[in-house]
């Protein structure tokens, strides 16, 4: 029971950041393919780089099977790599300069029975001849990757659909025909090229096996889904290591807009890596197969590097006797994942379980230049290791739906970062703008910017007891004019070990709303260099500090208009409240139980 009957009631409802560098796939960079053998990450010649500034390797060379015979001498220096050859064979070599992020050189001896010594970029000088005796000299290739136009990496399976029969524009089942292809072919490593069109794509494609995968629009396709019952496009991999190695997907867009298509469009487990880039996806997913994903990207292998850059503008559907947690999800990674995937460039809306998910797993995720707009239960959910920069959150339907949402939600995270994070809330929802779990342990939440039209919790951090990690949260604009609604307060702190730095907090209720900032009721709680202002001056609280506050550091902060109250049943145990500078018409009120203030009344 409180103390004193008239404070402010809580439950009143008068107050209440590897880029394409990766798998660039303008030439594959990334991919390493030595001899006629199978395309691998670790066949390359990497930071050739000895301590002598050259490096001699006599006799033949094996790698990873495919052999470079007779490779006499390789040598590298700051500004230029060589090799040379006695000339016997048909060799193939890679320099990579990894610093750049890119091939010093690719080239291979233009055939076997074209032997002689090989220098580069001068032709082979071989054995054949003319009818009048005159040397026929070969040809060296440099080859700056692998390029679709004139791929010469003969490991590749390089696929124009429409030179096999199908064509855009046509009901031809462009899904029949990929997954009939690739069952029935003896290379592991196929690409599907797709020139510029509308394709049907009646079946769905599960491929469990597989060296490299990739479907690529030349240079956009559209394929579009007109049987309801297809679950999804791409089901890649069979969710256990050493199955698939790499998959590639480039300048599509999946059309589900057909009536009762709810098709999720790629769901790709790989080891090493994962490329999916240009995507877009039309169409409401407006049914519901269980746990779909519209995207649904998983690295298998810490090792294992992905990009993803999507857009998704028409989510799926609502249905207000489901859970929102019984909606399709925008992006999900969980469970397995492992490696580190980038999601960067992408705009996603409308679904109401989650925009971007990413929880549960052991890998790590990065969030960049990403929007997010009106999507349920968490728009941005970041778990353990997770990174999240420049992202911009948005609602403005979430009372035309009814759904609850965190804008950005951190969970389930031993460390998780977010930078330069934007926020637009123009409706309210029962939930918070931005949640801490009270399973994460640390993170660090820094240049944050929240403008919020309604009444909701700008921020709640959960918690118990005192051995909790640091969450840090420092250089927060917050511009509310809400009032008082469903949350009479703007945010609330329950979680001990909590640093709020640097914050300049501004609320302008309406004339006939009653709004307050921030609820304090956690110990260890340290709020330095902030800046508060109330609207209504003497009548409104700015800060506001529970019966939890013990161990308070609350200074050097400026509180221009509004008041500085505690409860009476707040003892503010071993608290420390001074530095603070109090404005004319700003006060403190309530009990002020071991306050130490300084005051100056005349102005800043």
């Known amino acids: 029971m409180k103390e004193n009957t008239d404070e402010p009631d809580d439950n009143d409802e008068t107050f209440d950041t590897t880029r394409r560098g990766l798998l660039a796939l303008a030439g594959l960079t990334g991919l390493s393919v030595v001899g006629n053998g199978r395309p691998s990450p670790n066949a390359s010649f990497r930071n050739l780089t000895p301590e002598n500034d050259a490096l001699s390797i006599d006799g033949n060379l094996n790698m990873e099977g495919n052999n470079i015979l007779n490779l006499n001498d390789i040598t590298t220096s700051d500004d230029f790599s060589s090799w040379s050859t006695s000339g016997s064979g048909n060799g193939t070599i890679q320099l990579r300069d990894s610093t750049a992020q890119t091939w010093s050189m690719r080239a291979y001896e233009g055939d076997g029975d074209a032997p002689g010594p090989v220098k580069f970029q001068s032709p082979i000088s071989g054995a054949d001849e003319d009818d009048a005796g005159a040397v026929n000299p070969g040809s060296l290739e440099i080859t700056k990757g692998a390029i679709l136009d004139s791929m010469s990496v003969e490991s590749w399976n390089v696929v124009d659909v429409t030179e096999r029969g199908i064509q855009p524009g046509t009901d031809d089942d462009l899904g029949k025909f990929i997954k009939d292809d690739f069952d029935g072919g003896v290379n592991s490593t196929t690409i599907y090229v797709l020139p510029e069109g509308e394709y049907t794509w009646n079946t769905a494609v599960t491929v469990e096996k597989f060296d490299a995968f990739g479907i690529i629009g030349k240079p956009q396709a559209r394929v579009k889904c007109r049987d309801p019952q297809m679950t999804h496009f791409l089901k890649l991999g069979s969710g256990a290591k050493d199955n698939a190695d790499m998959f590639l997907s480039e300048n599509i867009t999946f059309d589900i807009t057909m009536p009762q298509c ?128 420049k992202c911009h959150l948005i609602n403005d339907d979430a009372e035309d739906r009814d759904y609850s949402y965190a804008a950005l939600w951190v969970a389930k995270a031993r460390h998780a970062v977010a930078n330069s994070i934007y926020i637009d809330a123009v409706q309210g929802t029962p939930s918070e703008l931005i949640r801490v779990n009270e399973d994460t342990k640390h993170c660090q939440l820094t240049n944050i910017h929240v403008n919020s039209d309604d009444s909701q919790y700008i921020c709640e951090f959960r918690g118990s007891g005192d051995d909790e990690g640091m969450i840090v949260c420092s250089n927060w604009t917050i511009n509310d004019t809400g009032g008082s609604g469903t949350r009479a307060q703007l945010g609330r702190i329950s979680r001990a070990n909590v640093k709020i730095k640097d914050w300049e907090v501004r609320l302008n209720p309406p004339s006939d709303g009653k709004r307050h900032g921030l609820v304090i009721d956690a110990p260890w709680v340290d709020i330095s260099g902030c800046t508060f202002y109330h609207g209504k001056g003497d009548d409104g609280l700015s800060l506001l500090l529970d019966d939890g506050a013990d161990y308070i550091r609350l200074q050097n902060n400026d509180f221009k208009a509004g008041k500085l109250y505690q409860y009476s049943r707040a003892s503010l145990k071993n608290g420390i409240v001074t530095g603070n500078r109090f404005r004319s018409g700003t006060s403190m009120s309530g009990e002020r139980t071991g306050w130490t203030t300084s005051v100056n009344q005349g102005g800043l």
């Open 262 to 389: 709810a098709a999720s469009s790629i769901q790709a487990a790989v080891d090493e890596y994962l490329y999916i880039n240009n995507i877009k996806i039309i169409g409401e997913m407006d049914r519901d197969y269980g746990q779909v994903y519209s995207i649904h990207p998983t690295l298998l292998k810490n090792t294992g590097r992905g990009y993803v850059s999507v857009t998704m503008p028409d989510g799926g559907y609502y249905n207000p006797d489901q859970r929102e947690q019984e909606h399709p999800m925008g992006i999900s990674l969980e469970r397995d994942h492992l490696g580190h995937i980038v999601i960067e460039n992408s705009f996603i809306e409308g679904f109401i379980n989650n925009g971007i998910y990413s929880a549960g797993h052991n890998g790590q995720v990065s969030v960049r230049n990403t929007q997010i707009k009106n999507c349920g239960a968490g728009m941005l959910r970041l778990g353990d290791g997770d990174f999240a920069y």
